[in-house]
Structure formats: C-alpha cells, structure tokens
C-alpha cells in the first residue's frame, strides 16, 4: 500500500514551453501533496505543500506563477512548468501523505526528470 | 529551528564490511527522524523513521539507526554492506511538530567495492 506514481518520468521540452507533471495517490486518499526539485547530485528541496482543495503554500523563492499547483482531488496533484527555460531543468519529486496518527508520513513518487533545450 | 547535517559527503565500503552513514540534527522539539534512500534516477525508499519510540530503529535491508538525544544524532548502520546498498542516502528531520514538512540533508554517496 501507499504508491504514489508519476507522469512522466521523463519529458523534453522546447524553451518556452510549459509542462505538466501528474502526482497520484494510487490506493490511498492524499490529503496533503508535497513537490520537492532536486539538482544534480544535491539534496531535495520543497517546494510547494498543496492541500486538497485549497490553494498551495509556496517555499520562499519558490515562484508562484512559474509553477503552478493544483491539488483538485485527493488522489491528483499537478505541477505545471510555465513557460520552461534551460534553467527548469531538473528532476521533479512529488509525495503524498493521507491524514491520521500523530505524523503524517509521507510516501514519495518516483520522480519526473525535466530537461528543457 | 530545525535542521539536519549528513557528517560526510561521500562514504566507501568493501563488500562485506559495516557501514556508518553519520547524520546530526538540531531541533527546538523532539522531532520524527528518517533515513532515505535514492538509486540513481529513482524515487526515494524509507529506509527506517524514528517517531519517539524505541531509540533503536530497524529498517528494510538490514539497516538500522539509533536516536541519541544527548548527541543530537541519528547515525545510519549496516553490519555488512553488499553492492546493492551503493547509493544516496539522505537523513531527513521533520520541520514541524505535525510532521507536514520535511527537511533534506544534502545526502551522503555511498560506494561499495567488490
């Protein structure tokens, strides 16, 4: 139990393009997603909590208009690159946690590498 | 606040020897503390998580780790490492009490030789 799965894994892009990146819950309700990027050989940074239903809570430096998020079901987050530079490129970690207990622990995906020409 | 320090960048093992991977944490709470793992181009495993519990912590793949509050760590082991285990580990801290956000280590690159 608990998978969270990622569409695609992979995608290449024009510069200027934008990109949609799927986060699902597959066999639990998602309450809470999460999108972390992650650089070459360095560690994973947050970007974005999103709440189902709600807006998402961007990470300072985080820009909200160049990533949007969208949370519309308990089982589907988005994360959709606007407008994607060479600069974008990166690859793209989303998790997933479901509410009750005292953490709420989070199940990651698998990842989505985006590389932008 | 919180943070988490992963002690060394890179670590190197012989096949068949014990592995430490050092993880030291800061925090105004007690917090939950897991260790990852992330094989290239792959997503990240849950290795082990402490959340107050027993302070020693056994994981998948004969890996544990052990919470010293006096020290402020959360050292990763193994007894014998094998040549699957190469890979990123990343000691995480959670940010907040309700566990809603988590903060990375910049990871430790584990190498294991035949």
């Known amino acids: 139990g608990a998978v969270v799965s990622q569409h695609p894994s992979w995608v290449i892009c024009k510069s200027g393009t934008s990109v949609k990146i799927e986060c699902r819950s597959l066999d639990f309700q998602a309450t809470t997603m999460f999108w972390y990027r992650q650089f070459p050989k360095q560690s994973l940074m947050l970007m974005a909590t999103?709440?189902?239903?709600?807006?998402?809570?961007?990470e300072q430096g985080v820009e909200k208009d160049k990533f949007l998020i969208n949370h519309a079901s308990l089982t589907l987050s988005t994360l959709t690159v606007t407008s994607a530079h060479p600069e974008d490129s990166s690859f793209y970690i989303c998790?997933?946690?479901?509410?009750?207990?005292?953490?709420?622990?989070?199940?990651f995906g698998p990842g989505t590498r985006l590389t932008v020409l | 606040a919180q943070s988490v320090t992963q002690l060394d960048s890179h670590v190197s093992v012989s096949e068949g020897t014990p592995v430490l991977l050092r993880c030291n944490y800061s925090?105004?709470?007690?917090?939950?503390l897991f260790w990852y793992v992330q094989h290239p181009n792959k997503g990240l495993q849950l290795l082990l998580k402490?959340?107050?519990?027993?302070?020693l912590v056994k994981g998948i793949n004969g890996f544990e780790a052990e919470f010293k509050k006096s020290e402020t760590s959360f050292h990763l082991t193994k007894p014998s490492a094998h040549m699957s285990d190469a890979a990123e580990y990343f000691c995480v801290v959670t940010l907040n009490q309700a566990g809603t956000a988590l903060i990375f280590g910049k990871g430790t690159t584990l190498s294991v030789s035949s």
């Open positions: 999103s709440n189902e239903g709600s807006k998402a809570t961007y």
């Open positions: 402490y959340t107050s519990a027993a302070t």
């Open positions: 925090s105004s709470y007690s917090p939950s």
């Open positions: 998790s997933a946690s479901r509410a009750g207990g005292v953490y709420n622990e989070q199940f």
